[in-house]
């Protein structure tokens, strides 16, 4: 979604700003905008496009000044153009604002505020807001600062903003309620940003705002927060735990790429410290408090979007086979608003790469209301998601640039295995050999998707066969049904062509009309699990000149006969197959997407984490 920095202190502030949107630029944005401070008021620059377009435009306007906003925006109201892209002035030119979010009832506010004689230039939803923070500083005659407290008691709706004030350059305002905001500490300097990208190289303390609070960032004093109720809150200093390396591509030609190599490496630092190598017993310190209330819960209700949705369905494979605990797999954007049956005895696990998904959150919020237990599976230390969860889990993937998840999906599922065979030894629900079987699998699982990787050359050409072609079918069953769905969903994100995952056997009740000699089948065909099942729905396929595409486990032979190309990978555990499975599909996707002159971390109309409804 849109991303927003803002730096005030004795350097100059447009080069940290341009340098900070250009670290955002994977979260998805299709115009640029700063506003700089300077002894003559405030220097608004914004441009429709890339933030290098903004830099040309900016290329020969004086950019100076030691205090700035920049955003990046994701359009939601009003379409992508010069005049609606942030920052927003008020009527008066004075304050200038940058915001993330939708302001839901912006509408009535935007008449209530013609009706009082202000005019508006945009169709942004942003606009108005400042336009309204302008509105109580003059009737209220108060700082900006309780301004916009004042003024966002009026709003509802989803928010991170900074707002900066003519002939102040020394401090700005910030604010959020649903969207993330942190703020970088620096020696007579602050940072805000909507993640720690763009402010790691210069320092690693940093307070995360909370939701429904604002902070008044004075560089020459310590950070001053209050509630939107007024109550003064005591700021709380964390480490970053993120290295710049970890944010750049690393000799690696897109973020994408690199991000599936990272794999071997998120999947150890995953585990690590999880597993006690002498007794194998699993420690998961972030859910032990709870352990009895997952074992003992009516069910479990996982709420999900997009990649994070699919890594829940294998949850619900896991923990039913293993822990036999019932699990409901649920898309949050649709719970949310179903009124769904929820009580005490449930336990409500949302999976969120971010930890900021606003639909996940609302669910989250609403499971709270309920009395359920939340529990998180996250990525972004510090965001949103662990904060509202009673316990949960961190995956320990590392900064994920790329829009299409990768290494955060595989180390979903590898604290989903983890909790599942928990469970399910304390349950007693798993033989203590099955148990130390699947231990010893996981611990080896880093080692074979190195092997994969190897073949990434072979996929390379398999991907040109079939770059030009317009539809594609995945397939897959049991623990690789929601693989196919993943592999399908990889392709259509980054390489626009239209792709559907299926279970291999409802392929007769209704797809199976599109096979044709133009249909590419990728089809999951894994020793372990249901083999012979989907052996004849590779028969089936063929009998109807699909063109075959299988994962198989080496050595296979019956499969390599009918398919018209074979990506191996090494036999492993039924539970664990997608851990492996998904990896040649993410390659498949990234060299089609490549080769159709994709932009693979940034596609089209995507963000890499929906904030916003």
Known sequence: MCGIVGYVGDKQAYPIIIKGLKRLEYRGYDSAGVSIGNKDGILVLKEKGKVADLEAYAADRDSTGSIGIGHTRWATHGVPN??????????????????????????????????????????????????????????EQVNLFEAVRLALNHVVGAYAIIVMEQGINNEFIAARKGSPLLIGIGKGEYFVASDASPIVEYTREVVYLGDGEIARINKDEELDIKTIANMSK??????????????????????????????????????????NPE?????????????????????????????????????????????????????????????????????????????????????????????????????????????????????????????????AFTT?????TLMAIKMAHKKGTITMKKYHEIITELELIPEKIEKILKKNDQIEKIAAEFKDATNFLYLGRGYNFPVALEGALKLKEISYIHAEGYPAAEMKHGPIALI???????????????????????????????????????????????????IE?????????????????????YHIALMRGCNVDMPRNLAKSVTVE
């Not at 609403?366 to 939340?374: D, Y």
């Not at 979903?412 to 989903?416: E, H, M, N």
């Not at 099942?533 to 994962?551: C, D, M, P, T």
């Open 82 to 139: 010069q005049v609606n892209a942030h920052p927003h002035l008020s009527g008066d030119g004075k304050l200038s604002l940058i915001h993330n979010g939708i302001i839901e009832n912006y509408d009535s506010i935007k008449q209530t505020l013609i009706s009082k004689g202000h005019t508006f230039k945009s169709d942004t939803d942003t606009e108005v807001l400042v336009h309204l923070i302008e509105y109580f500083k003059e009737k």
């Open 234 to 275: 005591t700021p709380f200093i964390e480490e970053l735990e993120l290295s710049l390396e970890a944010i750049e591509k690393g000799g690696f030609s897109s973020f994408m790429l690199k991000e599936i190599f990272e794999q071997p490496k998120s999947v150890i630092d995953t585990l690590r410290g999880r597993i």
């Open 279 to 407: 007794t194998k017993e699993i420690t998961l310190g972030g859910i032990s408090d709870y352990e009895q209330k997952i074992m003992n819960a009516d069910r479990i209700i996982i709420v999900a979007c997009g990649t994070s949705w699919h890594a829940g369905l294998i949850g619900e494979y896991l923990f039913e086979d293993l822990a036999r605990i019932s699990v409901e797999v649920e898309y949050a954007s649709e719970f949310r608003y179903r009124n769904p049956i929820i009580n005490e005895n449930d336990v409500v696990l949302a999976i969120s790469q971010s930890g900021e998904t606003a639909d996940s959150l609302a669910a989250l919020e609403l499971a709270k209301e309920k009395g359920a237990t939340l529990l998180g599976i996250c990525n972004v230390v510090g965001s949103s998601i662990p904060r509202l969860t009673h316990a949960g889990s961190y995956t320990h993937a590392g900064p994920e640039i790329g829009v299409a998840s990768t290494k």
């Open 412 to 416: 979903q599922i590898i604290v989903l």
């Open 516 to 566: 044709d000699d133009e249909m590419p089948i990728v089809i999951i065909a894994t020793k372990k699990g249901n083999y012979d099942k989907v052996l004849s729905n590779i028969q089936e396929v063929k009998a109807r000149g699909g063109r075959l595409i299988a994962i198989v486990t080496e050595g296979d032979k019956t499969v390599k006969e009918l398919a018209d190309y074979c």
């Open 569 to 589: 990978v090494p036999d492993c555990l039924d539970e664990l197959s997608p851990l492996l499975t998904n990896i040649p599909l993410q390659l498949l996707s």
